[in-house]
């Protein structure tokens, strides 16, 4: 992964589209969920997938002033992408891999032991390098059955945490669904199984190490998992787990364009590729340079997604191009290089993901590298 800005000099004199990052609304959300902690819960910002789409560096880069107390990101690159800009703060690779290993021990970032076979390679690896208590984080199954280690694999555990190479800085899991009450019983029981692996881990070792289990949906709905630190993502960037939350937090990611062309179509005549739209009356028509390889969802077409253009709603007429859309002005008042507003707050990014029968999450992090990122605060 390079850095996109390297790919794109000048980015934003040459394209009309725009992710607007309003820092001041990180800011606020931040603040919103640190008042549901306690003083002393540590905060651990995931920045993984370039800051959820939004921009990796920047973010991390303005959090860093403002006690932040760790970050995650998904892959070793990623946090390589981060120490590169200068980022200090520990970094958890919540992902980290055998093959990048040395990397992430040059870039000193910190890696999450999933099974016995990262935990045996990366202590062996931290011994042959003469390696002293590397900071690493061991991360349980408890139920969502996609990273982490079993009860049994205590005994390979036991081994390795008395190698003074490492040291075992934290021990975490993750909830599977903590944002559906229907499944408050499920995580009750993910939460009573960490509890219990971590009281055995404990046991064997001098220093008491970092607990956390919550995501965003788990810092509202189980206080009772917060332990030591929590794992902040969607919520940082204005997404709680319900209308309500949502309503309290403030828009981050405002993405924006600017009308290249206005076509005047005919009664009979069609639009785009395989010529998906037919006119049915006489209609204005607004091209607009963002497609579907920018994020924009082909399922968004033919009537089913809309941009604001003037504070109306414009529906995406015809196929999603892979660098344009065009969308129905007929009943609107613009021009050429007029603003089109792809969305601009946390109800517009819901409303493209239910249109296109996805989540928020994929909406913001399918935002391509090519549109400019640009800070405003
Ligand atoms: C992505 C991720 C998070 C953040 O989740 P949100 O729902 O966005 O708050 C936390 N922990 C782990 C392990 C993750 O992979």
Do not use: W
């Amino acid at each position: 992964m390079s850095n996109p800005k390297h790919q794109i000099p000048n980015a934003s004199e040459q394209h009309a589209s725009v992710l607007e990052i309003d820092l001041a609304a990180l800011d606020h959300n931040v603040r919103y969920f640190k008042k549901k902690l306690p003083s002393k819960t540590k905060l651990l910002a995931v920045v993984k997938a370039f800051s959820y789409g939004l921009d990796a560096i920047e973010i991390s880069k303005h959090l860093e002033k403002q006690q932040i107390d760790y970050f995650a990101v998904a892959y070793t690159e990623e946090g390589v992408f981060l120490r590169e800009a200068g980022v200090k703060t520990p970094i958890l690779v919540l992902h980290a891999q055998p093959a990048n290993y040395e990397t992430l021990i040059s870039n000193q970032l910190e890696p999450n032991l999933y099974s016995s076979y990262t935990l045996q390679a990366f202590s062996k690896l931290a011994t042959a390098k003469k390696l002293q208590e590397y900071p690493v984080h061991l991360k349980f199954n408890t139920g969502l059955n996609r990273l982490g280690l079993a009860p049994n694999d205590l005994p390979e555990i036991s081994k390795h945490i008395e190698n003074t190479a490492i040291k075992v800085v934290s021990i975490f899991s993750h909830l599977a669904a903590s944002e559906d009450p229907n499944e408050k019983e499920f995580s009750l029981r993910q939460i009573e199984a960490f509890k219990n692996c971590t009281a055995q881990i404990c046991s064997l070792i001098k220093h008491k190490p970092i607990l956390h289990m919550s995501n965003t949906s788990g810092i509202l709905n189980y206080p009772e998992a917060h332990f030591d630190m929590v794992r902040l993502g969607i919520g940082m960037y204005g997404f709680g787990n319900d209308a309500k939350e949502t309503a309290a937090l403030q828009n981050v990611g405002s993405l924006k364009t600017l009308i290249s062309q206005i076509h005047e179509i005919k009664k009979g005549e069609t639009l785009g590729y395989n010529r998906a739209f037919i006119a049915s009356e006489p209609t204005k028509t607004a091209t607009l340079p963002i497609g579907h390889a920018d994020g924009i969802h082909r399922s968004l077409g033919n009537g089913n997604g809309s941009v604001k253009i003037n504070n109306q709603h414009c529906p995406i007429i015809g196929n999603v191009c892979m660098d344009m859309i065009m969308v129905n002005v007929t009943h609107v008042k613009c021009k050429e290089g007029d603003e089109a507003i792809v969305f601009d707050s946390q109800q517009m990014v819901a409303n493209l993901a239910e249109k296109s029968d996805t989540i928020s999450y994929e909406i913001i992090t399918g935002i391509s590298q090519r549109i400019p990122r640009k800070i405003i605060s």
